[in-house]
């Protein structure tokens, strides 16, 4: 872009979000331009520069957020959403340049309606956030993904997240009423009132897992739920995953704990191991179930009853408690991989008929074909139908190459390799973390021609594909 266009487009977005709110600094490009994605990571690491926005805009609401698309759709430049930039698919990041519109100016929280069940608030707000907002009325939001603390409502519902208490009260899509939404044009609509109606498909379900390639999410409305009476914890031993799957599968059928993880046998020897005490070989489960007092005491019998019939031993509730008090732990430094290693979590879902199928599938494949890669999971969100498998390869910083073109190319191979296996054996590319430029290309191999569906709803919403360009494979 030449100079004199370059100031013209800049006077025009700083006249639509106020001069203070838009960005050209270097600085700000930098922090713009790397996300969690551990691609992005290294290739900074390695001392190289990743694609860079033009222009760091922060509109406050959606009427200013109208007016900053309607000057991309007029100039036809990209425009990339960027929440919290916690996310791990490289979705944040602004590969073909133009625009990162940042929305943690829209971070009001206009309402706490304890009559209604909901909280308002802009998308931008960081969820530690709307959570504390909760609390202070005596509710809570029952989201508590272990980036709560530094994602966005918005990050959340673009990549349908989810959090540890999912069993029970639901994903980002079961907690969502009513969205505003800015649409490429600039046109802001708003969903239907409530989600669960038969007047044609539901509008939040199109933008919800949608990655910022379809419009800004600018403002929702997000469930609140009472406290629980009481909230019990209750951590197992089992022999084998097997008896895991079948004993969860059975209690599922019966009654929904809030909290439920099943670690595979090498987690449990090594993370739950360091964070939560558990010394002993086999895979760690660990349960929690909430709600009135009377209904727990029920729960728990039937808990007790299943679990002991698969020969699951029970720890009772000392580790539990603690798995629940260190849950973000997890993610600190010295828990969490970290470069120089390379790592991702490669999460999919499927039926109980086929989870741990793909499981071993995936193991065998990565552990074979890479002898240095370690291949470990565990499953933390589960439904009557089956289980979500959060699943990592990590390989040693001595293995991975210093090279950053040969680090992506190996990179790259593990990823295709972990993806294929899992939509071989009856998986979904992703469970929670969303697509973004890391699996793209993904996409059309499980979806085939029902690909044209989302195709042609992005064309039709985004002709001139300014937003989010090269993400979800569109
Ligand atoms: C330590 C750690 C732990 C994590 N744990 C979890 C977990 O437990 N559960 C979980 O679900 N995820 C988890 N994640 C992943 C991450 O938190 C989620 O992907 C989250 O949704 C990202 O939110 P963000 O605000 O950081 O979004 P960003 O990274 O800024 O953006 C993510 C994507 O959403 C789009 N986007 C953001 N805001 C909007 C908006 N308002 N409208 C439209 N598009 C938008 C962006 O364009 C991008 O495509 C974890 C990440 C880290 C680093």
Known sequence: MNDFLFTQILTELEDAVGRENCSVKEIDKATHSADFFWLSRMWV??????????????????????????IANYYKIPVT??????????????VAGGIILDTKRMNKIYEVNTE???????????????????????????????????STVGG???????????????????????????????????TSATPKHAAGPDLNQIFIGSEGTLGVIT?????????????????????????????SREVLQKFKPSVMRLYDEAETASLIKKIVGVSKPGAFMNIAYEGVKELVDVEEKILLDTFSKYGAEDLGSEYGEKWWNEKITFFYPGHMMDIPQMFGTMDTIAPYDKIEKIYWAMKEAIETKYPYAKFIAHFSHWYEWGAMMYDRFI????????????????????????????????????????????????????????MQVFEGIKRSLDPNGIMNPYKLGL
């Open 116 to 150: 209604g069940m909901y909280i308002e608030c802009g998308t931008g707000a960081i969820y530690k956030h709307i959570e504390w907002a909760a609390n202070e009325k005596g509710f809570a939001t029952m989201h508590y993904p272990s980036s709560l603390t530094c």
């Open 156 to 190: 959340f519902l673009a990549h349908r997240g989810i959090g540890v208490v999912s069993t029970k009260y639901g994903k980002i899509d079961d907690m969502v009423l009513q969205m505003e939404v800015v649409l490429p044009n600039g046109d802001i609509i708003y």
């Open 395 to 450: 390989i040693d910083g001595e293995y991975v190459p210093e090279d950053p073109v040969e680090a992506m190319r190996l990179h790259n191979e593990i990823w295709t390799l972990g993806i294929r296996t899992a939509l071989a054996n009856g998986g979904v590319v992703n469970d929670h973390h969303g697509v973004g430029i890391k699996l793209g290309r993904m996409m059309k191999e499980q979806y085939g021609p029902a």
């Open 219 to 247: 403002k929702a409305q997000i469930r609140i739920f009472e406290q629980p009476e009481v909230r019990r914890f209750r951590g197992f031993l089992f022999k084998d995953m097997t008896s895991a799957f079948n004993a």
């Open 45 to 70: 690491d390695r001392g190289r520069r990743m694609p860079e926005a033009d222009f760091i805009v922060s509109p406050a609401d959606a009427q200013e957020t109208s007016k900053v698309l309607k």
């Open 81 to 94: 959403t960027w929440g919290g930039g916690a996310g791990s698919q490289g979705g944040a990041i602004p």
